[in-house]
């Protein structure tokens, strides 16, 4: 009997270690795969950027309008609103997850301020007024970009609109 008790104690031990291990190569795995995920946003970002070079014109003549153009496409020329939208979903979509990598510790602080949260601030600054809007509405839009954004205007004074005009 008691060589029962201490195999079935060895086995329970044997079974946490591997649950530690396991857990740890799970949050790895999930690490990893969240910078993939940055990474793979912003490739698709610069790609898309490349081919339609257009869009970062675009953003400097946003206006509330524009959504109209964007989902009636009542003139041929609106397919170009229709790019850069479909290049600002891209843009947000980089901006997410860096700030779900921030969130979960991925980048030391550091990389995170020396690389990315300018790409953030960048990428943000140069889209401003349609980010604006889809912040304002508080539907179509992550709060995690609208965190960011009064987070900054509160820590360093950044204001949005003005570097945006500067650009």
């Known amino acids: 009997m008691s060589d029962t008790i201490i195999a079935a104690g060895i086995a329970s031990i044997v079974v946490s270690i591997i649950y530690v291990f396991s857990s740890i190569s799970n949050k790895n795995s999930s690490r990893l795969s969240l910078a993939q995920k940055a990474s793979d946003s912003y490739n698709l970002m610069v790609t898309y950027r490349f081919k339609y070079p257009e869009v970062l014109r675009f953003s400097k003549l946003w206006e509330e309008e524009n959504w109209a153009k964007i989902y009636l496409q009542k003139e041929k020329e609106d397919i170009s609103w229709v790019h850069y939208y479909s290049y600002t979903e891209l843009c ?76």
């Open 92 to 167: 947000l979509d980089y901006c997410n997850s860096i700030l779900i990598a921030r969130n979960e510790k991925i980048f030391d602080k550091k990389r995170f301020k020396n690389h990315h949260e300018k790409l953030l601030k960048l990428i943000i600054t140069e889209h401003y007024p349609i980010i604006k809007s889809m912040v304002n509405a508080e539907k179509f839009i992550s709060p995690m970009i609208g965190e960011f954004i009064q987070e900054y205007e509160k820590k360093y004074g950044w204001n949005w609109e003005e570097e945006h005009r500067k650009l």
